[in-house]
């Protein structure tokens, strides 16, 4: 799932990082992170509700959700299993 979803950010954000450099629990916002801005997110917001069927609905479940790689996994098994990112 992970390794899936590296890949799904290189891809659909143009990354200049490779999936392969990426860590599981790498911060996706900010100077320490990947440094992904606010348009970032909506195109991550977009691709997960495409791909995945994660809804992302408010700023608090937004800031849960993309925190980190490790964070979207766990979103989108909880979705797998019906409970859903809330």
Do not use: C, H, N, W
């Not at 990426?22 to 916002?29: E, I, R, S, T, W």
């Amino acid at each position: 799932m992970v390794a899936e979803i590296k890949a799904m950010l290189v891809e659909t954000l143009m990354l200049q990082t490779t999936a392969e450099e990426m860590a599981a629990d790498q911060v996706l916002f900010g100077p320490v992170g990947l440094g992904l801005d606010s348009v970032d997110a909506l195109q991550l917001v977009v691709a997960l509700d495409k791909r995945y069927g994660v809804k992302i609905s408010d700023a608090e479940v937004a800031k849960r959700v993309l925190a980190s790689i490790s964070t979207i996994a766990d979103a989108i098994l909880e979705k797998r299993s019906g409970a859903g990112p809330a």
